[in-house]
């Protein structure tokens, strides 16, 4: 089954960092109860975007959200020092978002994973910047899986993130990431792939059907995971019916128990 990565526990959010430097806790509370309950797998917790405040505001985060979900969370910042903090206070085995062959990232990074268990989101970037072709992104992919296998982390806790760029700049780089993930799916069937995919309609109109569409054309091409707003019903929607359409939901039960829940709906 797609595995949804809820997105809106970031500081970066004009909402989530109100409730956090004000210490209000219902606030966050109700959001993470609300994006467990529409399906998220994971929660991602990104405290950075208050400068000089990640430390204090990542404890109080995990400290509030911890005892009230039943899903892991996705530990999400640039800073090692930061991860290892969180990664001590988190009770289930995390998802570390995130590691990339940018050097000066991938050398702090690597020590930080080395005999960790969790699973690990690794962007297809290096120092050249985003990646320009298909082959560009599975050789990053190639290198980073073999990296991380080389340090303990099982191919099958590997996300890899293709980095999804907007189409409206270049109508190729649609096809260019779908074809990319059937390559590294081909060569890694243990291997997950992720992202965010709203990049794809950046400078278009009518973005969330785009996004909507595309999500169904990279489940198709093997991803299953993705960083999104799980309280988004028409893409959660879109989600669990192409769930259903590529054989992953045993007796459309998860479909069914969708449409009786008014999760979808025509």
Avoid at 86 to 94: E, G, H, S
Wanted: glycine residues 6%.
């Amino acid at each position: 089954m797609f595995e949804v990565i809820g997105e809106r526990i970031n500081t970066s959010r004009k909402k989530v960092q109100e409730a956090t430097a004000n210490r209000d806790a219902d606030y966050i509370v109700d959001d993470v109860k609300k994006q467990q309950a529409a399906g998220a797998a994971f929660i991602d917790v990104n405290a950075g975007a208050r400068i000089g405040h990640e430390e204090e505001d990542m404890k109080w985060l995990l400290e509030t959200i911890q005892p009230v979900v039943d899903v892991p969370l996705a530990l999400d910042s640039p800073d090692p020092a930061i991860l290892e903090m969180a990664f001590a206070m988190v009770d289930k085995a995390p998802m570390i978002n995130s590691i990339s062959l940018e050097k000066e990232r991938f050398d702090t990074m690597m020590p930080f994973l080395s005999g960790k268990t969790c699973k690990v989101i690794a962007l297809c970037m290096d120092d050249n910047g985003m990646p320009s072709s298909s082959d560009d992104i599975i050789a990053r992919a190639d290198t980073l899986v073999k990296e991380l296998n080389n340090i303990g982390i099982p191919t099958d806790a590997i996300y890899v993130d293709p980095l999804v760029q907007p189409i409206s700049t270049d109508t190729n780089k649609g096809i260019m990431v779908l074809d990319a993930v059937r390559s590294i799916k081909a060569e890694y069937p243990e291997v997950h792939i992720t992202g965010g995919l709203s990049n794809i309609s950046y400078g278009l109109p009518q973005r969330k059907i785009i996004n909507r569409t595309f999500v169904t054309l990279m489940m198709d091409a093997g991803m299953d995971s993705a960083i999104i707003d799980p309280l988004d019903d028409k893409i959660m929607a879109a989600i669990k019916t192409a769930d259903m359409l590529l054989g992953k939901d045993a007796f459309c039960m998860n479909y069914l128990k969708s449409v009786r829940a008014g999760v979808i709906e025509s």
